[in-house]
């Protein structure tokens, strides 16, 4: 028997590492998060929208190393169905000449506008 939050669990801790700058331990407990949610009934969504916003809010230097989990965390939406902001991200990605996955982001594209930022 496991822990019914698990994801949301690893969730804090993934964060809490991104925040004290150990890359390493944040994506070691990230990866995992995926896997915890297909074992539980945990609000996906929250989850989801919680890294999301995690992803906007720190340093550029973090956001530059973790381009493969905010494209997973992108991706996931799109197979579940869940509305992300991606304005901010676009933004912040543009500005560190970073490149998200284009495909995915014209599937998270809602508004013209967000169309439109994702052909630029």
């Known amino acids: 028997m496991g822990l019914k939050y698990l994801a949301s669990l690893r969730t804090i801790l993934a964060v809490a590492y991104l925040r004290k700058g150990n890359i390493e331990k944040f994506k ?53 169905n869940i509305k992300v902001e991606i304005l901010r991200l676009i933004e912040k990605s543009r500005r560190l000449n970073m490149n998200l996955e284009l495909s995915i982001l014209e599937k998270l594209a809602s508004s013209k506008f967000e169309k ?5």
């Open 28 to 80: 070691e407990n990230f990866y995992k998060i995926f896997d915890d949610l297909k074992n539980s009934g945990e609000d996906i969504f929250k989850i989801i929208n919680y890294l999301n916003q995690t992803f906007i809010l720190i340093e550029d230097e973090k956001f530059e190393k973790i381009a493969d989990e905010i494209n997973k965390v992108l991706k996931f939406s799109t197979e579940n």
């Open 116 to 120: 439109l930022l994702v052909k630029k």
